[in-house]
């Protein structure tokens, strides 16, 4: 697949989850540790704890589970008037350590960012993760001050966005704006980040790991469409994917799936990414324009236009902090 290169470039749109930093791996081992601390300090079986998180997620839709935890019906039965968060304070800090240790992107997507800014290219995050557990992937991922925008969707309960803001208060809560759930599937919320930022599909690159909720409505407006892989071929035992799975879903899965963030990603799309990588995808409004490893590399595709005297101005502006 020829590979191309984009001038006249202005606004770069990338997704979070394993686009720049790999939160499926660091999930999946997050999820799995606390459900078997819990199953052991508590008595009570791996699928108890599993059922009651499955009932909570499809209730509010939550994936920082240890927020949850004092509503868990299985453990609440078993140590009634008892504050679990603080019962199982252990168990919830070393599953939740997982994220601060291993959610960390690679140094060079870090200077990527850096040098896509200083070409004066606006970055603008587009996630469809909630904007509490954004926030806290963006501290522990070091990608804090980076983005010029930020879309999330909204919170399911009002006290998760209020704590947040309580153990993030110098967040750039501002730069956040909160879409309707799943808004990926729908191209015009993709078109309104476009207009947001001032620009035209024709002048936007949008960066992702899926091939329908990135690349497809990319395409779908007219946009640039960057895949990024690299994060698709770490694979996880059956048992530690499905223990997860569940939560979700409610029961194992009978094909093999992954979970990619918080949703759930078939084995049709890894097949679907390995056709485009050969040239054999029949579907072209599926296919990038280019197929990256490590989103790091997007600086060697993207150009900004050099004779826009405003992104020149932002170019020296950005020089000049620097140096301070």
């Known amino acids: 697949m020829e590979q191309k290169k984009f001038n006249n470039i202005d606004t770069v749109i990338t997704d979070l989850d394993d686009t720049l930093a790999p939160t499926r791996r660091t999930y999946i081992k997050y999820a ?3 459900i078997k601390s819990l199953s052991k300090a508590s008595g009570i079986s791996k699928d108890e704890v599993i059922l009651g998180f499955n009932e909570l997620h499809a209730k509010h839709k939550i994936f920082q589970l240890e927020n949850v935890i004092n509503s868990h019906r299985q ?50 995050l587009y996630t469809a993760g909630p904007s509490s557990y954004t926030v806290k992937k963006l501290n522990q991922a070091g990608l804090t001050g980076v983005f010029d925008n930020i879309y999330t969707t909204k919170d399911m309960r009002p006290e998760d966005s209020a704590n947040a803001k309580s153990k993030y208060p110098d967040f750039e809560w501002e730069k956040i704006t909160k879409v309707d759930a799943y808004p990926k599937s729908k191209p015009e919320v993709l078109e309104q980040i476009i207009k947001n930022a001032n620009t035209v599909p024709s002048r936007t690159v949008v960066m992702g790991d899926s091939l329908v909720r990135d690349i497809g409505i990319a395409k779908k407006v007219g946009a640039k469409a960057v895949l990024v ?32 963030g918080g949703a759930i990603k078939k084995e049709s799309e890894k097949i679907a990414i390995r056709k485009v990588k050969n040239s054999k995808l029949e579907n072209d409004k599926l296919s990038p324009d280019i197929i990256i490893e490590e989103a790091s590399e997007i600086t060697k595709y993207v150009k900004s236009p050099r004779n826009n005297k405003l992104l020149q101005q932002k170019i020296i502006e950005n020089i000049k902090n620097a140096r301070r």
Not at 84 to 98: C, D, Y
Not at 238 to 251: C, H, Q, R, S
Request: no cysteine; proline share 2%; glycine share 4%.
């Open 32 to 34: 799995n540790t606390l």
């Open 75 to 124: 453990l609440k039965r078993k140590f009634p008037n008892e504050d679990l968060k603080k019962k199982f304070a252990k168990e919830i800090k070393e599953a939740t350590k997982i994220h601060e240790k291993e959610i960390k992107p690679s140094k060079d997507m870090l200077e990527a960012l850096k040098t896509l800014k200083k070409r004066g290219i606006k970055l603008v």
């Open 229 to 260: 892989t690299g994060y698709l071929k770490e694979d996880f035992s059956d048992a530690e994917t499905n223990m997860v799975v569940k939560i979700f879903t409610g029961g194992a899965v009978k094909e093999k799936d992954s979970l990619r």
